[in-house]
């Protein structure tokens, strides 16, 4: 029997692994879906959902960002998708109250930012990648 | 007066004991940090090495295109070196090796005609370097015992700012590497042009080998792939920074509490003998007075 062994990674811990039927996600060129024997395959994902279709139901994750590589049969038959990503989060643990008010925190600064001339260009890319990243939790939580 | 020496080491004695109990203190906090900053370097590992993996496969997928995008460039006119010290002292030789560590590193840049842009992590670092008379660009202060991924990714942004823009043709850094519990040792290492990883940390080169799609190609990947691996290396640096500053400064602490112990003690025994010693001295007057006052009769 192959299967597939997902991993999220986070810098600050391993957030999830598990074996998996599928790995659901988009990278910059398209949505792409990731099955047992998959081929060696390395690519970046876009901010959205990443989606593990596992034997007991679906498991989403909201990603801002990252990279995924697939590692076809090994020894064992397995094949290990790896998703790394900067920030990353379960959906159902997404705070709707916080991203609210992180999404105003980030507008205001980032108004702010603009107003002044004075701020450099990556506290102004500090603000913008916030204010995404509350947007995406928004738009996530919504669905 | 014989009270009056004893006086003061009484005076001594209590100050080293407050003394001791701050270091013994401080020896058990950064005791317990130990393990938590040990904890997250391992978190880390995963993501660190992965990052790893991708680039080593994207270098092997398109040889050509990594050559041009990772190639050192052939003069370095000007170099950002990127010094980690920590917020805190009593640390023993934490700050300092690594403080020394860039000192050496920007006499030698500097030797070699380049220009050194300097950006420092830590309380402790913008005034060394100030003092010296070399000028620090940016200082990050704040997190340097318990640093965030965002952390690392602010880092990350004002420092490659300068680099994508062609106005550095290298970053280096300069911090501390936790090796194990026991050992850690100050190191450079280039962060940009991205250096190709030497050999995958845990896994047999032979799963590299072979076929494999690139999502978008390699050119595009590895250019975006840059930033999001500095972001990473600056990220394992600090953790690995803030476990060393930790295990330095619980041994710095305990030396510095077995210290007080010692001079404790010898205090203890020099005010032991100075009360002897006017404990004689009053029976001596005594016996001395009496005699006279016998002999007087």
């Not at chain 1, 064992?76 to 609210?100: F, K, M, N, P, Q």
């Not at chain 2, 700050?95 to 860039?102: I, P, T």
């Not at chain 2, 920007?106 to 008379?133: D, E, M, N, W």
Request: some cysteine; proline content about 4%.
């Amino acid at each position: 029997m192959t299967t597939l062994l997902v991993e999220i990674v986070t810098p600050e811990a391993a957030l999830w692994s598990g074996p998996a039927t599928a790995l659901i996600a988009r990278s910059s060129v398209g949505d792409f879906t990731i099955l047992p024997q998959h081929t060696s395959t390395v690519g970046d994902l876009v901010p959205g959902i990443v989606r593990v279709d596992t034997s007991e139901g679906e498991v989403s994750f909201c990603v801002h960002g990252g990279y995924f590589q697939v590692t076809p049969d090994g020894a064992d038959g397995v094949t290990r998708a790896t998703v790394l990503a900067g920030i990353a989060e379960l959906t159902s643990e997404i705070d709707v109250a916080r991203a609210h008010a992180a999404k105003d925190a980030a507008q205001e600064e980032l108004n702010a930012a603009q107003r002044s001339d004075a701020t450099d260009a990556s506290a102004l890319a500090l603000a913008r990648d916030a204010l995404a990243r509350a947007e995406l939790r928004l738009s996530v939580s919504e669905k | 007066m014989a009270g009056g020496q004893e006086r003061i080491l009484r005076r001594r004695i209590k100050s080293v004991q407050a003394t001791r109990k701050i270091t013994k203190a401080m020896e058990l906090i950064a005791a317990s940090q130990i393990s938590r900053s040990q904890a997250r370097i391992f978190a880390n590992r995963p993501y660190r090495q992965g990052m790893q993996r991708i680039i080593i496969e994207a270098a092997l997928g398109d040889p050509a295109a990594a050559e041009k995008l990772l190639s050192m460039p052939d003069t370095v006119e000007t170099a950002i070196v990127v010094v980690v010290a920590g917020d805190r002292g009593l640390s023993g030789a934490y700050n300092s090796s690594a403080l020394r560590a860039g000192e050496r590193l920007i006499k030698q840049l500097q030797s070699q005609g380049t220009t050194v842009r300097l950006f420092c992590v830590g309380k402790k670092a913008a005034p060394f370097y100030r003092f010296r008379g070399l000028d620090v660009e940016r200082s990050f202060v704040g997190f340097a015992d318990r640093p965030n991924f965002s952390d690392a990714r602010l880092i990350a942004s004002v420092v490659a700012a300068p680099f994508t823009q062609g106005q550095a043709q290298e970053v280096l850094l300069v911090s501390t590497r936790f090796l194990s519990a026991g050992s850690q040792s100050v190191e450079t290492e280039r962060l940009l042009p991205l250096s190709v990883p030497d050999a995958p940390i845990d896994e047999t080169p032979k799963v590299l080998k072979g076929y494999t799609e690139f999502e978008p190609d390699v050119k595009e990947l590895l250019t975006s792939l840059a930033p999001r691996a500095l972001e990473s290396e600056i990220f394992s640096a600090l953790l690995e920074g803030a476990a060393s500053f930790h295990i330095s400064q619980q041994r710095a602490m305990a030396a510095a509490t077995d210290n007080a112990d010692d001079l404790g003690q010898s205090l203890t025994r020099i005010m032991n003998r100075a009360r002897q010693d006017s404990i004689t001295t009053e029976i001596m007057e005594i016996v001395g007075g009496a005699e006279a006052l016998r002999s007087g009769k």
